[in-house]
């Protein structure tokens, strides 16, 4: 269990968890009974999601928004596929291509609708 934001996401992704931006721009989170204590890790980090996170994964956004995401000068593997990466995420700073990111927690074409 990481505590990283996108693996948290990736987790919450395949747990079928709805996490999607109310009205009132609190964050709502719907799923099943059985994933109380992941929604409660995922509502810890309510802020970060709703920041970076949440309009791309609830299918709102096309892409995220990683204009504020730093590009290093000296290449990580990037946590998701082990490449090399100089891109970091917006959020945590860790070595990450955006499309990875994107491909991890990307909503199936019936979650999007
Ligand atoms: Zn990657």
């Known amino acids: ?3 990283h934001l996108i693996h948290l996401l990736i987790e919450a992704r395949q747990a079928g968890l709805d996490l999607v931006r109310g009205p009132e721009g ?6 099943p009974r059985t994933a109380g204590s992941l929604v409660r890790r995922v ?13 791309f994964y609830s299918g709102k956004a096309g892409c995220l928004n990683w204009r504020t995401a730093a590009v290093s000068e000296r290449a990580k593997c990037c946590v998701l596929c082990g ?3 100089i891109l970091r995420d917006p959020i945590e700073n860790r070595p990450m291509h955006k499309v990875c990111a994107e491909n991890s927690i990307r909503p199936t074409r019936q979650e999007a609708t």
């Open 1 to 3: 269990m990481s505590s």
């Open 43 to 55: 509502l810890d980090r309510k802020d970060h999601i709703l920041h970076g996170y949440v309009d």
């Open 26 to 31: 609190k964050l709502i989170v719907r799923g």
């Open 83 to 85: 490449r090399w990466s």
